[in-house]
């Protein structure tokens, strides 16, 4: 039992000791679990502030390339509206002008072009009729030569004949008296001896004539065979044939040559004007498609303009939401806010409209300031210049050289005419003045000098009552 006991009691110690240890390691995992679970948080910590950086970074990106953009845009259509304005300011008459001093220009030089033409064409007829006289001064001299070739074979022709005919003859003969000797008689004989004196007379005769033609024909040159000159002369006469009907080709080829470089000429010179007209089109073609070529970058830049100011807009709608999750709170003082702006721009358009009354007033006061001072300046003026003669004329009164004026009181008798106090009563009197509103040419020089007396007393801080008792008093004296 004891050992028992015993047994149990370490049981019992072993237990707590195995406790202990199990509740350090609970601790150790937890804080373990601690630490992970705070590099976690430090970590997303970490990531969202450098994607909060990226954003930054990125936002400032997209408003530099935006302000570049808009700078573009800017610049495009600033060089767009020079060009429109360079090519549109210009007036009409400027394009006719260069379009007159050009074909005045084309025009001159057209006519040195066809004076030019005229020369060279005169050169070129006077050098191919010096030509054409050569040729035809030759051609005259060679058919001559042909003439006289044909005519000296005509002769040899005949003389060939002629021989032909009598070496047949004579064989003939020959022949006869050959068969028949008894024939041979002295008659006979006599008549062949005279044929055949007759026919060596006749051949010396054609043979000197011949020899003669040859002589003055070739001046002097050795004889040669009949054969071979009769060849030669028809080899000359084929080749003196040829040489004109080149020459005659030759002369139409230049006729035809003259009238195609006329025609040639007078196209070169309608190709010339059609070429600077299209020359001047296909600037403004140019122009034109320059113009057309930076309105499509301009379009383009638009078109990546609204690309990215979309995508930026979507941002800024994003970044809106966030914000108005914080702003909701201060929707209240926000509204209030846009009450008491409203309420302050009411305000403001009142003041606005009362100034712009205040300003008219004061410029129809300025107005009627200037013109009453004016009109009572020349009043005055005239009244001085009224009292001056009226002294000049007392003064000749009192010599004797004129009479008196009609004398004016100043004691607003009952009797009297002409007195000083009825006047000013009378001037005093606003019974001119038909209704409310008063014009300054209804009111009357003393009415305006009256108003310019109480405009001066309020500037100068004193009572309307002595500002008039002065006026009167002014008055008076005058």
């Not at 034109?288 to 979309?310: D, F, P, Y």
């Amino acid at each position: 039992m004891p050992k028992k006991k015993g047994n149990k009691g370490k049981g019992k110690g072993k237990g707590k000791k195995e406790g202990k240890h199990e509740s350090k390691a609970d601790k150790e995992s937890e804080i373990e679990k601690f630490k992970s679970n705070a590099d976690l948080w430090e970590a997303k910590f970490n990531i969202t502030e450098i994607s909060r950086v990226e954003y930054r970074e990125a936002t400032r990106a997209l408003a530099k390339a935006n302000e570049e953009l808009a700078n573009q845009q800017y610049r495009a259509e600033k060089d767009t509206n020079d060009i429109i304005t360079a090519t549109v300011s210009l007036p009409l008459s400027f394009y006719i002008s260069i379009i007159n001093i050009s074909i005045a220009a084309l025009e001159e030089q057209l006519k040195r072009e066809k004076a030019k033409a005229l020369q060279e064409k005169d050169l070129l007829v006077a050098e191919y009729m010096q030509k054409i006289d050569a040729l035809e001064e030759r051609f005259k001299q060679r058919s001559n030569d042909f003439q006289r070739m044909q005519g000296e074979l005509k002769t040899i022709k005949h003389f060939r004949k002629i021989k032909a005919n009598l070496e047949e003859n004579l064989i003939t003969i020959l022949l006869i008296l050959l068969l028949n000797p008894l024939l041979i008689s002295f008659p006979s004989l006599w008549l062949i001896t005279a044929y055949m004196t007759f026919v060596c007379v006749y051949m010396t005769f054609v043979c000197l004539s011949f020899v003669f033609i040859g002589v003055k024909s070739s001046v002097f040159a050795p004889n040669r065979q009949l054969g071979t000159a009769s060849h030669t002369v028809f080899k000359e006469n084929v080749r003196l044939n040829e040489a004109l009907n080149y020459y005659v080709k030759e002369a139409e080829e230049l006729k035809s040559t003259n009238i195609t470089l006329k025609e040639k000429n007078a196209s070169l010179a309608l190709l010339k004007v059609l070429f600077t007209l299209e020359k001047e089109k296909n600037t403004m073609r140019s122009q034109q498609n320059e113009i057309s070529e930076l309105r499509a970058k301009l379009v383009t830049l638009e078109q990546a303009l609204g690309i990215m100011s979309g995508e930026f807009e979507q941002e800024r709608e994003e970044v809106e939401r966030r914000a108005m999750v914080s702003m909701q709170a201060n929707s209240a003082d926000l509204e209030r806010l846009e009450m008491l702006l409203a309420a302050r721009e009411k305000e403001l358009g009142q003041v606005k409209r009362l100034a712009q009354s205040i300003i008219e007033q004061r410029k129809e006061l300025e107005l009627f300031f200037h013109e009453a001072l004016d009109h009572v300046r020349k009043e005055i003026r005239t009244q001085q210049e009224a009292l001056k003669a009226y002294r000049w004329r007392m003064n000749e009164a009192r010599a004797g050289r004129l009479e008196y004026p009609r004398i004016r009181t100043f004691s607003n008798a009952p009797h009297s005419t002409n007195d000083v106090q009825t006047d000013l009563e009378e001037a005093d009197k606003w019974s001119n003045l038909k209704s409310s509103s008063v014009d300054i040419s209804d009111l009357t020089w003393e009415q305006k000098e009256r108003l310019l007396n109480l405009l001066f007393a309020k500037f100068n801080g004193q009572k309307t009552s002595t500002a008039m008792r002065s006026l009167k008093e002014s008055r008076i004296q005058i």
